[in-house]
C-alpha cells in the first residue's frame, strides 16, 4: 500500500468528514482549510484550489500593497495546492479529538514562492552530495495573560504576564505549570512532533527543545509546535508569542537551530571523527565555515521582521558577530562534540518569530556550498564571544535595513533561491522597515509629547 492509500485508509477508520489541509507562509503562519474527505485523495494528486493573496500578507494580515499576489493586477487569481501524503498526521484540536492534518506545497506559478518546497528543493541538493540534514529546533515563547486580540490593543510595557514562568529553570515554577505542560507535550505527541525538554527560561519565557527529526520535517514540526503551542494556551487561559522581543527590559525569544549531517544511504552521522582536531570530521568543518561565510547575505532569512532585530544588543545571550566555538554560547554557531550521536552545530541568531522552513532553508544552502566548496573556518574563538572584535569572519548585518541590502544584493539567494522569490521577500520586509519608519511609538510620545 503507498502512502496515499493508507492516508486514505486512516481517514476512513476515523469517519472524518474532513481534513485539514494547509501549508506555511512566508512568515511562518501555518494557513489551512477544512476540505471535506471527497476532496483528499485529488489533493494529494492533482492539488487544490488556494487563494495566493495570503502569501501577500503581514504577520498581522494587513496587505502588503507591494507584493504582486495581493495586488488587484493579479485579479486575486487561485494558486494550486499540492498536499504532502509523507505529512500527515493526527490532528487532535477538532471536534472530538480525531482528526487529520497535512502540510501542502504551491505547484504552478506560486511554486518557487514557497518556503517548504524551496526547502525541499536544497535539501534534493544536499542529497546529491551523499548527505541528509538531521536535527531540531529549541523554541522559546514568552507565554502571557493576553489573547490576540488584546495583545494588539496593549502597549509593550502593559503586556500581562501569565504567573508562574519567572525564574529560569526553577523546578517549583514548572511543576506549578504542569498542567500545562502536560497538555503541550501530549498534544505534541499525538501530531508526531514531540518534545525533548521544556523549561521555564529567563524572564516569563517557556522553551521547548523538539526532538531531532530528518529533512524538511524539521521545519515541519518546529511551525507545527508554535500553532500548537498557541492552541493549548488559549486552554488555559493564557497567550504564547514568539515574536522576537516582547519589551526592552525583558530576554528575547530566540530560535536555535541544532543540525548535523548524515549518511543518506546507511544513516550514519558524518560530524564526528574521535581523532580528528575538536573530534570533528572534514565535512563538519567545511558545513560550518560555508555558514560563516555565506549566513550574512542569507541573514534576513534568520532575521525577517523589523523587531527581529530589537535581540541585537548587548547582555542578552544573542550572539553579536560571526563567530563560532565549541560548547560557548556567545558565538553564533556553537558546536557541541562530546559524543558521536550529539555532535552538531547550532546556529543561535535566529529569533523564534522566523520562518522555521526560511531559516533551515538557509542554514541548508549555507552548508551545504561550504561542502561543494571545502571552506575552512577560521580557528574556533575562546573566551567571550560577545566581546570579540575580529572573528576572522564577515560582520553579520545586525540591523534591518543592512540586512534587507545584503539579502537583495545576494548572488546565492538569487541563484538558489530564484529572482522572483528574492525580489517579492525583499519588498515585503521594505514594506515593513518603511511602515515602522511611518510609525510614532509609544517611546517617542512619552519623549517628546511636552515639547
Known amino acids: 500500500m503507498d502512502v496515499i492509500e493508507r492516508v486514505l485508509e486512516q481517514s ?13 507562509d512566508t512568515n511562518g503562519i501555518f494557513r489551512s482549510k477544512r476540505y471535506a474527505v471527497r476532496h483528499l485523495k485529488k489533493s494529494m494528486t492533482e492539488g487544490i484550489p488556494w487563494l495566493a493573496i495570503p502569501s501577500g500578507l503581514s504577520p498581522a494580515d494587513d496587505t502588503i500593497e507591494t507584493n504582486p499576489w495581493a495586488h488587484p493586477d493579479r485579479g486575486f487569481s487561485d494558486a494550486v495546492l499540492r498536499m504532502d501524503p509523507e505529512s500527515c498526521r493526527a490532528m487532535p484540536f477538532d471536534s472530538g479529538g480525531e482528526g487529520l492534518l497535512l502540510i501542502g506545497e504551491f505547484a504552478g506559478a506560486l511554486a518557487d514562492r514557497c518556503p517548504r518546497a524551496l526547502l525541499g528543493a536544497e535539501l534534493d541538493r544536499l542529497a546529491g552530495l551523499g548527505y541528509e540534514l538531521y536535527g531540531g529546533f529549541e523554541l522559546e515563547g514568552a507565554v502571557l495573560r493576553e489573547t490576540a486580540q488584546s495583545l494588539r490593543e496593549r502597549r509593550a510595557d502593559d503586556v500581562a504576564l501569565l504567573p508562574g514562568w519567572d525564574r529560569v529553570y526553577s523546578f517549583v515554577d514548572q511543576t506549578g505549570q504542569a498542567g500545562f505542560i502536560d497538555a503541550l507535550a501530549a498534544s505534541c505527541e499525538t501530531m508526531g512532533l514531540p518534545l525533548d525538554t521544556v ?5 516569563d519565557m517557556l522553551e521547548a527543545g523538539l526532538t531531532p527529526a530528518s529533512g ?3 521545519a515541519d514540526n518546529a511551525g507545527l509546535y508554535k500553532a500548537v ?4 494556551a488559549a486552554r488555559h487561559d493564557a497567550y504564547v508569542t514568539f515574536m522576537a522581543r516582547r519589551s526592552g527590559r525583558e530576554q528575547g525569544c530566540g530560535a536555535h537551530i541544532n543540525v548535523s549531517l548524515r549518511d543518506s544511504a546507511s544513516g550514519e552521522g558524518r560530524f564526528h571523527d574521535a581523532d580528528a582536531e575538536h573530534r ?8 560550518i565555515g560555508g555558514l560563516l561565510r555565506y549566513l550574512p547575505e542569507l541573514f534576513l532569512l534568520l532575521a525577517p521582521n523589523v523587531n ?8 542578552i545571550f544573542t550572539p553579536l558577530n560571526n563567530s563560532w566555538s565549541i560548547n560557548n554560547r556567545t558565538v553564533a554557531l556553537r558546536v557541541s562534540n562530546a559524543t558521536p550521536a550529539a555532535t552538531r552545530v547550532e ?4 529569533g523564534a518569530d522566523v520562518c522555521p522552513h526560511l531559516s533551515l532553508l538557509a542554514v541548508c544552502l549555507a552548508g551545504r556550498l561550504g561542502l561543494e566548496e571545502k571552506i575552512e573556518p577560521p580557528p574556533p574563538l575562546t573566551g567571550n564571544g560577545w566581546a570579540a572584535a575580529d572573528t576572522g569572519s564577515t560582520p553579520l548585518p545586525l540591523e534591518f535595513g543592512a540586512a534587507i541590502d545584503a539579502f537583495e544584493g545576494s548572488e546565492v539567494a538569487r541563484t538558489h533561491l530564484g529572482e522572483g ?7 515585503d520586509r521594505r514594506w515593513q522597515l518603511d511602515a515602522f519608519a511611518r510609525t510614532v511609538t509609544d517611546w517617542e510620545i512619552r519623549t517628546f509629547g511636552n515639547l
Request: glycine letters at 8%; zero cysteines.
Open 421 to 427: 522569490f528574492v525580489s517579492d521577500f525583499v519588498g
Open 216 to 218: 524538511v520535517r524539521i
Open 347 to 350: 546556529v543561535r541568531p535566529a
Open 12 to 24: 476512513d477508520a476515523l469517519g472524518l468528514t474532513h481534513a485539514n489541509l494547509g501549508l506555511f
Open 229 to 232: 503551542a498557541k492552541l493549548v
Open 280 to 287: 570533528l570530521t572534514d565535512a563538519a568543518r567545511q558545513f
Open 308 to 315: 527581529s532585530y530589537k535581540r541585537f544588543v548587548p547582555g
Open 199 to 203: 523549561h521555564a527560561e529567563y524572564t
